[in-house]
């Protein structure tokens, strides 16, 4: 998994390419936003369009990074999420947990504060 991070209209974006399947990449995930978090940065949108398989582990980063960024009064949603990652997702009902987006703007505008 490679995780790039750009901002944009005072939105932290992740970029994720690869499969997400935990391991050492979760650590750098974790270890990014709460480098941000420090930082005063509360919004985060993470766009999985170049992921095409997650596991359980790969659920747990979201969920991780999701609980991190709420703890400090922050805002986590999701772009481009693919058909497999989005059937386990679903399977999980975590789509009711997260807010999903299909258009990078319309995201970005859904953040208040």
Do not use: C, Y
């Amino acid at each position: 998994m490679v995780v790039s991070v750009r901002e944009k209209q005072g939105v932290v974006v992740f970029t994720v390419q690869g499969e997400m399947v935990g391991g050492p990449d979760a650590t750098q995930v974790s270890e990014k936003i709460r480098s941000l978090l420090e930082q005063g940065k509360r919004k985060f949108l993470i766009d999985m369009e170049k992921v095409e398989w997650m596991n359980s582990s790969g659920l747990g980063i979201l969920i991780a990074s999701l609980t991190t960024v709420k703890n400090h009064q922050g805002q986590l949603k999701l772009l481009h999420v693919r058909k497999k990652p989005m059937e386990l997702l679903q399977i999980t009902k975590l789509d009711r947990v997260f807010e999903v987006f299909e258009d990078e703007g319309e995201a970005i505008a859904s953040f208040v504060g």
